[in-house]
Nanobody, 114 residues
Framework: QVQLVESGGGSVQPGGSLRLSCAAS????????MSWYRQAPGKERELVAT???????NYAESVKGRFTISRDNAKNTVYLQMNSLKPEDTAVYYC????????WGQGTQVTVSS
């Protein structure tokens, strides 16, 4: 069965960095686009970044220049490198598999606070 397991969240001061990982299993990872979403308290879940099977990346305007999405098909893992973090980046971060049927991970909390 498809499984997506996020890790790497935590608490960091403004201006700090974190790297999130999402380990995938149960499907041919290299064939699918993968995305990172986030959901802050009281807000809707929003798309942060996507990387296609062909390695094309797209980002939300709010994270462009600060976040980088990447993938390692040999490790079946997608990453989100987050630099210059701001308090407004505080949220639960989820990875999602694309395709006709979507799958979500359980999420990892990121808190940016001084």
């Amino acid at each position: 069965q498809v499984q997506l397991v996020e890790s790497g969240g935590g608490s960091v001061q403004p201006g700090g960095s974190l790297r999130l990982s999402c380990a995938a299993s149960g499907f041919t990872f290299s064939n699918y686009a993968m995305s990172w979403y986030r959901q802050a308290p009281g807000k809707e879940r929003e798309l942060v970044a996507t990387i296609t099977a062909g390695n094309r990346q797209n980002y939300a305007e709010s994270v462009k220049g600060r976040f980088t999405i990447s993938r390692d098909n040999a490790k079946n893992t997608v990453y989100l490198q987050m630099n210059s973090l701001k308090p407004e980046d505080t949220a639960v971060y989820y990875c999602k598999r694309g395709g006709l049927v979507f799958y979500w991970g359980q999420g990892t909390q990121v808190t940016v606070s001084s």
